[in-house]
Antibody, heavy 116, light 112 residues
Framework: QVQLVQSGAEVKKPGASVKVSCKASGYTLTSYDINWVRQATGQGLEWMGW????????GYAQKFQGRVTMTRNTSISTAYMELSSLRSEDTAVYYC?????????WGQGTLVTVSS | DIVLTQSPLSSPVALGEPASISCRSSQSLVHSEGNTYLSWLHQRPGQPPRLLIH???NRFSGVPDRFSGSGAGTDFTLKISRVEVEDVGVYYCTQATQFPRTFGQGTKVEIK
């Protein structure tokens, strides 16, 4: 069965970077796009960007341009999202979600806490 | 960016009764190739979202048939024919016709 398993919770200081992983199983990573979506506590869903794991092509929401980088390692079926220059407002649960024209499978989420 | 506006934002429903959620888009969600990439997600507390409906009305694998989607262009609706306890949570519409992908604000369904 399709699964996306994300890395564990992180605590970072303002100005630092965080890199979250998303390991795919049950299908071939390169067959579907991977999106990253975040959700602050008690808030709605916010799309950050997408990556085509086959080509490595990416597209980022304007809000995150210059701060986010999405990559992959196809040999271990894993996608990554790195967010830099963290600030307190970046405290949220970060999800990876599979799909090009919808989000059909989601990771369990990774809580990133930014605190001094 | 395409803005998706959901209503109501909160919906107390008695068990076994129907529920309906509206999602209105600031622009047509019809893609140049003819498909409309409007989906519905359900999120239970403490859980990731899960896909219910894609391309307006297509139920995802394993989704009960009490869930149905309809609409066209800029107006879409999710209906639950008879609400069950497991249906509580927040429902989001989302579009993948244009970048950036966007989500509605969410509609909280709770048992009355």
């Amino acid at each position: 069965q399709v699964q996306l398993v994300q890395s564990g919770a992180e605590v970072k200081k303002p100005g630092a970077s965080v890199k979250v992983s998303c390991k795919a199983s049950g299908y071939t990573l390169t067959s579907y796009d991977i999106n990253w979506v975040r959700q602050a506590t008690g808030q709605g869903l916010e799309w950050m960007g997408w990556m085509n794991p086959n080509s490595g092509n990416t597209g980022y929401a304007q809000k995150f341009q210059g701060r986010v980088t999405m990559t992959r390692n196809t040999s271990i079926s894993t996608a990554y999202m790195e967010l830099s220059s963290l600030r307190s407002e970046d405290t949220a649960v970060y999800y990876c979600a599979r799909g090009t024209r919808t989000f059909d499978f989601w990771g369990q989420g990774t809580l990133v806490t930014v605190s001094s | 960016d395409i803005v998706l506006t959901q209503s109501p934002l909160s919906s107390p429903v008695a068990l076994g009764e129907p529920a309906s959620i509206s999602c209105r888009s600031s622009q047509s969600l019809v893609h140049s190739e003819g498909n409309t990439y409007l989906s519905w997600l359900h999120q239970r507390p403490g859980q990731p979202p899960r896909l219910l409906i894609h391309k307006i009305s297509n139920r995802f694998s394993g989704v009960p048939d009490r869930f149905s989607g309809s609409g066209a262009g800029t107006d879409f609706t999710l209906k639950i024919s008879r609400v069950e306890v497991e249906d509580v949570g927040v429902y989001y519409c989302t579009q993948a016709t244009q970048f950036p992908r966007t989500f509605g604000q969410g509609t909280k369904v709770e048992i009355k």
